[in-house]
């Protein structure tokens, strides 16, 4: 009994990590790339810095996802932000850490770098 219910908790916690979250808006590389020349948003990378200077969008800002919290105040509430990383995992757990603070304009690159190209 004990089991199936850890059994289940746990599948729960890995389907959560999956899916997207309420509030927060999925877009494609193809229409980011439309976007880019837009005034008024905010484009993050949260990869580490390594990853960013190796290979970054020119407009985007990295804020590294284990620092996204406490640099949050740096962000502008009203503004669109547009969230990126390597696959779209983290920028989805940055895209939960800025609704979690009172974001209310958040977008998620689907496919993050792996699908710029």
Excluded at 16 to 36: I, W
Excluded at 59 to 76: D, M, T, V, W, Y
Excluded at 92 to 117: D, S
Aim: proline share 3%; with cysteine; net charge positive.
């Amino acid at each position: 009994m004990i089991q199936t219910i850890l059994f289940i908790l746990v599948i729960g916690l890995l389907v959560s990590r999956f899916l997207p979250v309420r509030g927060v808006n999925q877009m494609d590389a193809a229409d980011m790339k439309k976007k880019l020349k837009n005034q008024g948003q905010q484009l993050i990378d949260v990869r580490s810095p390594v990853e960013f200077q190796t290979n970054h969008i020119k407009g985007f800002r990295n804020i590294p996802l284990p620092q996204l919290k406490e640099r949050a105040s740096q962000l502008e509430k009203n503004e669109e932000i547009y969230v990126i990383c390597q696959s779209g995992m983290r920028s989805m757990q940055a895209a939960k850490i800025l609704k979690k603070q009172g974001f209310t304009h958040i977008t998620n690159i689907k496919g993050g770098m792996n699908a710029w190209h």
